[in-house]
């Protein structure tokens, strides 16, 4: 244990929400996109898996479904700090059924910030849809989408599978049309402090509250927010004052919000010019599974209890006009509404238990724990000081034995 600690003291800490770091999964399996569907390496319902995207290219990873689940497949692409990428820069990413019929896809772009950071498309094969009905083999397809001019840097790439089973009992395919839709009040009280995760693995679980966060110019803060059947979240971000400079930044503050099987939800911005600014969500109808029935992604995404990530970046640029600092956010977050009971799967979901909000879930949200790697870490931090200690006195108490046997 002594060795593990040293071996950690030796490298380098990165703070969560530095530019360019990025915490993915330590269960990540390494893979590599292949051209063409036909070499294609078969991606697992439940897995993660970590790849990388060069300037211009577009990659298959394969999939065999059964016929039964719903299934989604999410990309986070990563690009390295200090890359420059343009307003229209990101991925596309859709999945196909055999015959190279798109079942559904979506894009994910940098925005008018131009500034580097994680972003998450992604793509389903939906068993209620009329495309892509029935089992067989199926790909995932990653396009990089590039501006003239952009580096030509690599992207990391992060790939998560998730499928939900059918239910026991069959619901109405209309949407929920009785829902508070009025835009809710930012929450209120004291803020707690709460740093963030550097990835959605190891994103810090908050709960209702005012939580703040210390982030610098081109850093991404990750969170997650257990919200159960019947819960409505409201999110909001504030960004702090500055009198270290002057200037005007677009999209400064970029607020985001993923589900629990991390497709996008609801994104929002402002931009800074050294006064407070804040981002606000749309309002999110309460989490239902009528829900995707819904033809918007902020009212459709609600779809599934569980974790929803709220993702929040600060541009890079804003150290250009206002310096390095790191600057005060705080998070505002509301979950009103009483939970109730889940649709009625038949089966489980891969990987186990992601539509299902726990008490771990809800303790988490109070204590701040993470997730994934960030939360491992912290374990063998801890286990590595306190084994380090008891040797170190086990090792004192034997030198002040033998000194005493050394005089007798």
Request: contains cysteine; negative net charge.
């Amino acid at each position: 244990m002594l060795c593990a600690t040293a071996a950690l003291a030796g490298q380098p800490a990165t703070a969560a929400g530095a530019p360019g770091s990025y915490g993915y999964d330590k269960g990540d399996r390494v893979v590599n996109g292949a051209t063409g569907a036909a070499d294609a390496v078969g991606l697992k319902s439940g897995g993660t898996y970590r790849s990388s995207l060069p300037k211009g290219a577009s990659f298959y990873y394969g999939l065999t479904l059964d016929e039964v689940s719903d299934v989604y497949v999410s990309v986070t692409a990563v690009p390295p700090a200090g890359t420059k990428v343009a307003a229209t820069d990101g991925i596309r990413v859709s999945l196909q059924n055999a015959a190279g019929t798109s079942c559904t896809h979506q894009s994910a772009s940098f925005g008018a910030s131009r500034s580097p950071h994680p972003v998450a498309a992604w793509a389903a094969r939906e068993t209620g849809r009329a495309l892509c009905k029935g089992g067989g083999q199926y790909y995932v397809l990653v396009e990089r989408v590039d501006a003239t001019g952009s580096s030509s840097d690599t992207w990391g790439l992060e790939l998560t599978v998730v499928s939900e089973p059918p239910l026991a009992q069959a619901v109405t395919s209309d949407a929920p049309q009785d829902w508070n839709s009025a835009s809710p009040e930012p929450a209120t009280g004291e803020a707690r402090s709460r740093a963030g995760g550097s990835g959605f693995a190891g994103a810090v679980a908050v709960g209702q509250g005012v939580w703040r966060g210390d982030i610098a110019p081109g850093g991404t803060l990750f969170y997650k927010v257990p919200v159960d059947w019947g819960q409505q979240l409201s999110v909001s971000a504030d960004l702090d004052a500055s009198d270290a400079g002057s200037g005007y930044v677009s999209r400064a503050l970029d607020l985001a919000l993923y589900n629990p099987v991390r497709a996008s939800v609801d994104e929002a911005g402002v931009g800074y010019q050294g006064s407070p600014r804040s981002a606000a969500l749309d309002a999110l109808p309460p989490v239902e599974y009528r829900n995707r029935y819904f033809v918007v992604d902020h009212e459709s995404g609600m779809r599934f209890a569980g974790s929803y990530y709220v993702v929040v970046h600060l541009a890079a640029q804003v150290a250009d006009d206002f310096g390095q600092g790191p600057f005060p956010v705080t998070l505002r977050v509301r979950v009103a509404g009483a939970a109730h009971g889940g649709p009625g799967y038949e089966g489980r979901s891969e990987p186990r238990n992601v539509f299902d909000v726990t008490s771990q879930d809800r303790a988490a949200a109070v204590t701040g724990s993470g997730g994934g790697g960030d939360t491992a870490m912290k374990v063998l931090a801890v286990a590595g000081i306190g084994a380090g200690s008891v040797l170190l006195a086990t090792l004192g108490a034997w030198t002040v034995a033998a000194r005493r046997r050394a005089t007798t």
